[in-house]
């Protein structure tokens, strides 16, 4: 009998830690795919479908692609930026861990 508050306040530690956690990668997804329909806003020339998770390598090649001699504007490269350091942060913390447990059971998967 002394041992259910026990398990009771592990059990509802563990369960706010998933929680926290699982909000914090819906965050990071939700601002990659603002990011990305920002990129679709500026450059609609690239003929990427909006509100969709892209590398953003790719989209560097194609913005390359499309413009050689002329150069990137530095709003573009500063949502690049954005982009690289997001889907760092993202797969650097579905790695870790504790984190990596969140994500199998939320079905996250690398961006």
Request: charged content about 15%; aromatic content about 10%; glycine content about 6%.
């Amino acid at each position: 009998m002394g041992f259910i508050p026990l398990f009771l306040t592990a059990s509802g530690a563990c369960l706010l830690f998933f929680l926290t956690v699982r909000q914090y990668m819906l965050g990071k997804l939700t601002f990659q795919k603002n990011l990305a329909s920002q990129l679709v806003q500026a450059h609609p020339e690239l003929g990427i479908v909006a509100g969709e998770l892209i590398n953003p390598e790719k989209i560097q090649e194609l913005l390359k692609e499309k413009a050689p001699q002329n150069s990137i504007p530095q709003s573009t490269l500063e949502l690049l930026r954005s982009m690289k350091v997001n889907q760092y942060q993202f797969n650097a913390l579905i790695k870790k861990a504790p984190y990596n447990w969140v994500a199998a059971f939320g079905g996250f998967k690398s961006i």
